[in-house]
């Protein structure tokens, strides 16, 4: 059976990473699916365990070719980045700068072949850019760390998977940026996710940008003869079934009802806002486009219940089982 090795990474350490983190490598069968190594805080997990009671075993180690991979055992990569008495819930520089450097280890061993894809809690932008690094989030610091010109934002919760052509960008930059080449480039990076996922034939939905999809004009500067209706017939042209553009306010409940695999949404709150609705505690967020595989969370830090040991790791979970699911056959065991 394969089981790949996932790089987990902490996210911040003033945070619910450490928690969610270890609540999920509580379950058992984790370990049937995966080989986890967290790369982060060896001393922060030893506090999340006690704060979540889960009676795990953190082990330190050099590498992912050291660690046992066994349920009961927490294997990590520790930085050493984190003092032992930062408060949980309190904003930090420290924990800020420690976030991106878990994510550049990950990214280092997974471009190097010794991790077979990475699955990241959560970080804090506030505190990422206090600490001097200045990137909108997870999503952009991977694609700078992989020198990756492009890559696409995929959400996923049950029943419904949305892929991004802009995500953190005002909205009127995001209509400005939507282009019949960006509009092509998202669709193929969705269609490839999911055969990849095993899925043969995907069926994706594309949205367009104005109510009821322009409505053959009514709405809008024809935007989506413009800029989306192109891209849609150039991926299709190349035996991609999507179709579109469809209206916004339909076509999640349609792909929700079965009709679609995937929809393409043109901007930030079209395609997030039905997601989270669905699925904020089950819900995972793919990155597309890049040279490893990615997922994460798609839930913030939660300061507010952070070092109560009541955070949910169900969004943990399922990212990890789709990193299983999404990672290349390296690292057979």
């Known amino acids: 059976m394969n089981r790949p090795v996932i790089a987990i990474t902490m996210g911040d350490a003033a945070g619910i990473g450490p928690e969610v983190v270890v609540k999920a490598l509580a379950h058992s069968e984790t370990y049937d699916l995966l080989r986890p190594v967290v790369v982060g805080d060896a ?11 889960t009676g ?8 992912p070719a050291d660690a046992a991979y066994t349920a009961g055992t927490v294997d990590c990569i520790d930085l050493g980045l984190i003092p032992a008495d930062l408060e949980f819930g309190k904003l930090s520089e420290v924990a800020g700068d420690a976030a991106f450097r878990y994510i550049e280890r990950a990214v280092a061993l997974a471009t190097a072949g010794d991790v077979d894809a990475i699955c990241t809690a959560p970080l804090n932008k506030e505190a990422l850019h206090a600490a001097g690094h200045r990137y909108p989030g ?35 930059d995001a209509v400005e940026r939507i282009e019949p080449g960006l509009v092509e480039r998202t669709i193929r990076r969705g269609h490839e996710t999911l055969v990849r996922s095993g899925i043969d034939a995907p069926r994706i939905a594309v949205c367009g940008i104005n109510p009821h999809a322009g409505e053959n004009g009514l709405f809008g500067n024809g935007e989506e003869e413009t800029k989306v209706a192109p891209g849609i017939a150039a991926a299709r042209a190349d035996g991609i079934d999507a179709r579109g553009p469809l209206p916004a306010d339909t076509v999640f409940f349609r792909a929700v009802r ?17 997601v989270k609705v669905l699925g904020l505690d089950a819900g995972v967020n793919i990155t597309v ?41 390296r690292h057979a065991a």
């Not at 795990?56 to 590498?63: A, T």
């Not at 999503?139 to 934002?153: D, H, K, R, Y």
């Open 43 to 53: 001393g922060r997990l030893r506090r999340a365990v006690e704060l979540t009671g």
């Open 56 to 63: 795990l075993d953190v082990r330190e180690v050099d590498s």
């Open 138 to 172: 997870h999503t952009e610091i991977l694609a700078a760390l992989t020198g990756t010109p492009e890559v696409s934002m995929m959400l996923s919760a049950p029943k419904l998977r949305v892929v991004h052509c802009t995500t953190h960008i005002g909205l009127v």
């Open 258 to 274: 079965g009709d679609f695999d995937l929809v393409v949404a043109m901007y930030h709150d079209q395609g997030h806002c039905p």
């Open 289 to 329: 486009g890049l040279p490893v595989v990615r997922t994460s969370v798609d839930h913030g830090t939660a300061f507010d219940i952070a070092g109560t040991g009541d955070a949910d790791e169900r969004s943990m979970l399922e990212a990890l089982r789709q990193a299983a699911e999404l990672a290349p056959e």
